[in-house]
């Protein structure tokens, strides 16, 4: 279409940079904006366009009153039901399995409801020899497919991350339209197509279950806080200098830097903090004099901590933290590559777990529902005993994981420093060339876990080149 400015938007690219995706209604180019989770747009001829909500928001209502039983067996009820209606199909289906909690519980669903016999071929990715190698705290899920297929006599169909291709960064940038710098993007592209290879056109994948019923690490992170949150702030900026002075040469060190990254700021901001991948100090060095100043004083974060404020009151710490996975992670990122990843081989992803009935069930747990001691999705586990496998009910969250932090010093890392030498960053009027390669070496030397925001610069430089500057 012409006239449209596809000069970069600010705010969207640093939060390709931070987030890994672009929040609310941005997009990476100034004059194109999306749709937020729940509006609708009504463009009649002649007239300007409406955009209006149709859905409720977010946390309404207040916690349900069921036991701890009765709300296991309901939550039993609605994940059979989802599960029924979502494999209505008059072509081949099947699923996503990688050996966690959420894709293991589908496929059990489905061969209960399918019947004995039935045929439900499911997809993983298998690592590497050189993925157990190294220091990325990666764990494979492989071994856990394998036995969840097993036990429930469903075929399995492996892809080796090799055969992911995950090094083409234009080919990701150019079917997903935006610079999203995350791997996983790749697996589910490559799963797809093996799927489509074989027949299957219809996957189940698991995606909104830590999002609903509380499984990601950061909710057990804010789990914490109660042993700390509370501090006076000059302590909690104590707590926050003393893990960021330590070299992050373990995982584990790498987490508490995150976790007390923002120990002393306000409680709106910290929430929305652990979302990050990237902290807006450590981002700007790689911006562009001309492009830094157009950010201006704006943040990533800025979006997140408003929707926050329009919560109702007494809504817990834990189900504000919720509604940012839901309305931000889950719809802006996870979701939406998904699609478009499917969709370009021509293979449609459902995801039962986002059943309207479940999604509004889930939003009313109570927090000790969710989470209780150290163990996340304690409901939604409860639920499943007996149906899914004890080992796989017992694993703590994963997924398609890929060992990215060696993987990208072996490849893309040779790439950055190429196109910063030959001043390719600093020609798109969004990088600093230097910034970047500075950012790449404290990266390398185990100072900061910055792995996925470099990809971003890869992914935003591959965006601008195929897309804003064509």
């Given at each position: 279409m012409p006239g449209i400015d596809w000069s970069p938007d600010p705010v969207?690219?640093?939060?390709?940079?931070?987030?890994l995706y672009a929040p609310c209604d941005l997009t990476p180019a100034r004059g194109i904006r999306k749709l937020q989770p729940g509006e609708i747009m009504e463009w009649c001829e002649d007239a300007l366009p409406v955009v209006r909500r149709f859905a409720a928001r977010p946390n309404e209502q207040g916690p349900h009153d069921l036991s701890t039983a009765d709300a296991v067996e309901a939550c039993r009820s609605y994940l059979q039901q989802a599960v029924r209606r979502q494999l209505v199909s008059d072509v081949p289906i099947g699923g996503f399995l990688s050996g966690g909690v959420d894709s293991t519980a589908l496929a059990a669903l489905s061969v209960q409801a399918l019947g004995e016999g039935s045929r439900y071929p499911c997809f993983t990715v298998q690592a590497s020899a050189s993925a157990h190698s190294g220091n990325d705290g990666f764990v494979d899920d492989f071994p856990y497919a394998q036995l969840a297929a097993k036990r429930l006599g469903i075929p399995l169909?492996?892809?080796?991350?090799?055969?992911?291709?995950?090094?083409?960064?234009?080919r990701l940038v150019w079917m997903l339209d935006e610079p999203t710098p995350d791997p996983a993007a790749f697996m589910t592209y490559a799963i797809s197509r093996s799927a489509r290879e074989r027949g299957?056109?219809?996957?189940?994948?698991?995606?909104?279950?830590?999002?609903?019923?509380s499984g990601y690490r950061r909710h057990q992170a804010?789990?914490?806080?109660?042993?700390?949150?509370?501090?006076?702030k000059p302590l909690r900026a104590g707590l926050r200098q003393l893990t960021a002075d330590n070299l992050q040469t373990h995982p584990l060190g790498r987490r508490l830097s995150k976790l007390f990254g923002h120990a002393d700021a306000d409680p709106a901001e910290r929430l929305a903090s652990?979302?990050?991948w990237l902290g807006h100090e450590a981002m700007l060095p790689m911006l562009g004099a001309d492009f830094r100043a157009a950010l201006g004083h704006r943040r990533s974060t800025?979006?997140?901590?408003?929707?926050?404020?329009?919560?109702?009151?007494?809504?817990?710490?834990?189900s504000r933290m919720l509604h940012l996975d839901r309305s931000f992670f889950l719809a802006s990122h996870n979701l939406?590559?998904?699609?478009?990843m499917g969709m370009a081989c021509g293979v449609e992803i459902r995801v039962p777990l986002l059943d309207a009935d479940l999604a509004s069930f889930a939003e009313r747990l109570t927090d000790k529902q969710r989470i209780q001691g150290s163990e996340t999705k304690y409901l939604f586990r409860r639920a499943l005993r007996g149906v899914v496998p004890d080992e796989v009910l017992a694993r703590s969250k994963s997924g398609f994981g890929l060992p990215l932090r060696s993987f990208f010093h072996e490849v893309y890392g040779p790439q950055l420093r190429r196109l910063a030498a030959e001043g390719r960053l600093d020609g798109t009027g969004v990088f600093d060339g230097a910034g970047v390669v500075a950012l790449l070496d404290a990266d390398r030397r185990g100072e900061i876990d910055a792995t996925y925001p470099l990809l971003g610069v890869l992914c935003v430089e591959s965006w601008l080149r195929q897309f804003a500057q064509r």
């Open positions: 969207a690219i640093a939060s390709y940079l931070t987030l169909h492996a892809i080796t991350q090799e055969s992911a291709a995950i090094q083409d960064v234009d299957v056109k219809v996957l189940l994948s698991g995606a909104g279950g830590d999002d609903l019923f804010l789990q914490s806080e109660r042993y700390w949150g509370w501090w006076p652990y979302f990050l800025d979006l997140l901590t408003g929707s926050l404020a329009q919560l109702p009151e007494g809504v817990t710490h834990l939406n590559y998904k699609d478009k």
